[in-house]
């Protein structure tokens, strides 16, 4: 089990547990409402994050990912789910703690293990709202997309980064 503190003791990442779905369900469908509302309109945010989610859908998406979760004093503080070929399919942290590093530490600890695995390239499709963080990281956008959810389009960007690989010897 992956377990870190951070310096002053607030934060732990651990490996995702099947008794997180909840809480980490919720925790997306908060941010996407609360943090991404103010680059997509209500209808987008209902169409990707919908009030009411269905748990076995997200169940059979994150059995399919590495998920690391940063917990804290008040509960889950985000989570990142990503794949051994280096695909950041999800990132995502509490609107109680925006922009407190919760989601630097978590994307640190991905490439890390990224590296670890000698995943060359990471890509994510990022949000208009979470583009400013992966280009903090070094990714750079590739093409503007379009992702239809339901009867909405939303406006992303597939970025990626090459990863530096640890020195083999």
């Known amino acids: 089990m992956l377990k870190r503190m951070t310096g002053d003791g607030t934060m732990t990442l651990r490996d995702y547990q099947p008794e997180d779905l909840a809480s980490v369900v919720a925790l997306f469908t908060a941010s996407v409402h609360q943090l991404a509302g103010r680059y997509y309109t209500p209808a987008q945010c209902e169409a990707w994050a919908p009030s009411s989610p269905d748990l076995s859908q997200w169940a059979t998406r994150l059995a399919g990912l590495k998920v690391i979760v940063a917990d804290g004093a008040i509960g889950t503080l985000g989570f990142i789910g990503y794949t051994t070929a280096g695909h950041i399919d999800l990132l995502f942290t509490s609107p109680l703690r925006p922009r ?65 690989l640890a020195a083999s010897g």
């Not at 919760?102 to 590296?115: E, G």
């Not at 390239?121 to 979470?130: F, G, I, K, N, R």
């Not at 963080?133 to 980064?161: H, N, P, S």
Request: charged share 25%.
């Open 100 to 164: 407190s590093g919760v989601a630097t530490r978590l994307y640190h600890a991905a490439q890390a293990d990224l590296v670890r695995l000698g995943t060359s390239v990471a890509y994510t499709e990022a949000s208009l709202a979470a583009e400013p963080f992966f280009v903090r990281q070094g990714f750079a956008t590739v093409e503007a997309q379009d992702a239809r959810r339901g009867d909405e389009v939303l406006q992303r960007l597939l970025m990626r980064k090459t990863l530096a």
